[in-house]
């Protein structure tokens, strides 16, 4: 399974877990259905039947809900991470899009969960190697968590902190791609180290996204025969196995 599904897995179990306790429970018996449903397949790894009961679980909270709410932006954007974990990567587009567009409806302008449609969506236009627009995406992300860090209560600091440092690293590995296609190598592998430098402190348990730099890093170095860097980034990947 590619890095960036294993990924989406995980963001999409935190969602899940999200508005389990805080908002469907407490509504209709069908879209609690459709959530639970959405949520076994999801588990079991049969996506396409997790696909149908999130786009159901979308279509009955914009029934009690309305279009422009918060639950239905966030059952949106999980819909958009099984696309993205379907490889359907316009369609995941669409679905962060349709997400960071009502949020910026609803919500305060420097909201994170503004930051993190984003974020999703710029993932979705570089999978579609999209890169230079990916990046405006990155940028207005970052620049809105930055603005929302200095809002943030004292127990919210870390958490917003550590997203805004994802960030980063995420836009560096899109501007390592930018530069790969220009045959910029060296400077790919400056970002790469950057964003490796990020997720070794950021990530957690989890160490996928830090694989994958160091994959991207080691093709990058073998390009312009650079032993240092292709040595680093196979140790690396070899700690990471």
Request: net charge positive.
């Given at each position: 399974m590619p890095l960036v599904k294993i990924i989406y897995l995980i963001i999409i179990s935190l969602f899940f877990t999200i508005l389990s306790t805080t908002h469907v429970f407490a509504q209709s018996s069908e879209l609690k259905e459709a959530f639970q449903n959405t949520k076994k397949f999801f588990k079991e790894g049969k996506l396409e039947h997790a696909i149908n009961f999130a786009k159901k679980a979308v279509e009955i909270s914009k029934e009690e809900f309305g279009k422009e709410h918060k639950i239905t932006a966030t059952?949106?954007?999980?819909?958009?991470?099984?696309?993205?974990?379907?490889?359907?990567?316009?369609?995941?587009?669409?679905?962060?899009?349709?997400?960071?567009?009502?949020?910026?409806?609803?919500?305060?302008?420097?909201?994170?969960?503004?930051?993190?449609?984003?974020?999703?969506?710029?993932?979705?236009?570089?999978?579609?190697?999209?890169?230079?627009?990916?990046?405006?995406?990155?940028?207005?992300?970052?620049?809105?968590?930055?603005?929302?860090?200095?809002?943030?209560?004292?127990?919210?600091?870390?958490?917003?902190?550590?997203?805004?440092?994802?960030?980063?690293?995420?836009?560096?590995?899109?501007?390592?791609?930018?530069?790969?296609?220009?045959?910029?190598?060296?400077?790919?592998?400056?970002?790469?180290?950057?964003?490796?430098?990020?997720?070794?402190?950021?990530?957690?348990?989890?160490?996928?996204e830090l694989k994958e730099t160091y994959i991207l890093m080691l093709d990058a170095a073998n390009k312009i025969k650079d032993k240092e860097t292709i040595n680093l980034a196979r140790s690396n990947i070899d700690k990471l196995l």
């Open positions: 059952l949106i954007e999980n819909l958009g991470t099984i696309e993205m974990d379907l490889e359907l990567y316009k369609e995941a587009e669409i679905s962060f899009r349709t997400s960071t567009q009502i949020r910026k409806k609803i919500l305060d302008a420097d909201s994170p969960e503004i930051a993190e449609s984003m974020d999703l969506l710029a993932v979705s236009l570089r999978k579609q190697l999209f890169y230079d627009k990916a990046m405006e995406y990155h940028n207005e992300a970052i620049l809105i968590i930055t603005r929302a860090l200095t809002k943030s209560n004292p127990h919210g600091i870390n958490e917003t902190s550590r997203k805004g440092a994802l960030f980063r690293a995420r836009a560096m590995y899109t501007k390592a791609l930018i530069d790969i296609k220009n045959y910029n190598h060296e400077n790919a592998i400056g970002y790469l180290k950057t964003a490796s430098r990020i997720f070794t402190t950021t990530l957690g348990k989890n160490k996928l």
